[in-house]
């Protein structure tokens, strides 16, 4: 931990703040995860997952959490603190009454924020402090093309050790150019965040998670190829601008229906959950950071 973090400060922002506040005045990031920090003695290391919205971020999330929590992989995982479950909670009882949760709120104040302890069982000795918070891919736009607008996601992007880009893979098979265009948005605003000179690389490891995979095969066979096919901005942007990034393809629900709610819109149904390619892109970020 950095020795000017108090406990009164922010650790996103670095703002300070009156001993009995809840949320950062700055960037409204909860006071918890910096008084956790402290108790621990050093500074956690973030991963940021970010995404376009309705690209299954929260699910995807939600389901790592509940996973680890699980001893999924051999690991072990220690959540610090009640607010570190509501996420994975939130998540599981849905999916277990056949459906999605609510998307997430823009206004930060509402998203939930993880703070976990991970170690793996073939080396028990380490042990790894992770925030992970579940941000929203409407307020991630609105920063990418107002930056500043929310202070406290170019705050964690600052100070991520590693990232995991989600895109929904389904949406680019079809040809869907949005998918690659925010997806290379989203690195092109961790470029500039990294500051480097023309020529240097931004080494910060990003792990790009091809979602809901199960509707495109092809990408749980070929994920490197996929992205050449389907996100080749985004692939030409990863070779020249960094040096750390790898491909993976996943997914969480098994079947999907169609029902419609009180008003007879449309919705979708989450029928059975089988996850795929969860771990992975999570365990190349541990070894990667």
């Known amino acids: ?13 670095r703002t300070g703040n009156a001993e009995e506040a809840f949320f950062c005045t700055t960037c409204m990031a909860p006071m918890s995860l910096t008084h956790e920090s402290v108790v621990q003695g050093r500074e956690p290391c973030i991963v ?10 929260t699910v995807y999330l939600g389901y790592l959490l509940d996973m680890l929590s699980r001893r999924a992989g051999d690991y072990e995982s220690v959540p610090k603190g009640p607010f570190s ?11 277990a ?7 997430t709120p823009n206004e930060v104040d509402q998203w939930h924020w993880a703070y976990s302890q991970v170690s793996h069982q073939r080396d028990p000795d380490r042990w790894y402090d992770l925030v992970m918070p579940d941000m929203a891919g409407e307020a991630i736009a609105t920063e990418l093309d107002v930056p500043e607008s929310y202070v406290v996601i170019r705050g964690l992007l600052e100070r991520s050790a590693g990232v ?23 690195m092109s605003y961790i470029d500039q965040l990294a500051g480097l000179r023309s020529g240097d690389k931004v080494s910060t490891p990003i792990a790009v998670v091809l979602c809901k995979s199960d509707c495109c095969p092809q990408a749980f066979d070929h994920p490197i190829t996929f992205v050449q096919t389907n996100l080749n901005r985004l692939w030409n942007l990863s070779e020249n601008r960094f040096e750390n990034v790898a491909f993976f393809a996943a ?8 029902g419609s709610d009180a008003d ?8 059975h959950s089988a996850p795929r390619g969860i771990l992975e ?7 990667a950071i």
């Open 85 to 95: 479950i509501n996420l994975q909670q939130t998540v599981m009882t849905h999916l």
């Open 264 to 271: 007879d819109n449309v919705i979708t149904v989450p029928l």
């Open 97 to 103: 009454t056949r459906m999605f949760p609510d998307k």
């Open 251 to 258: 997914s969480v629900i098994g079947s999907i229906g169609y």
């Open 164 to 186: 995991m880009l989600l895109i929904d893979a389904a949406q680019a098979a079809m040809g869907n150019v949005q998918a690659d265009f925010f997806a290379f948005k989203l």
């Open 1 to 13: 931990m950095t020795a000017t973090l108090t406990a009164n400060e922010c650790m996103i922002c």
């Open 281 to 287: 892109p999570f365990e190349w970020l541990l070894t």
């Open 48 to 57: 940021s997952v970010i995404g376009d919205s309705n690209v299954g971020k």
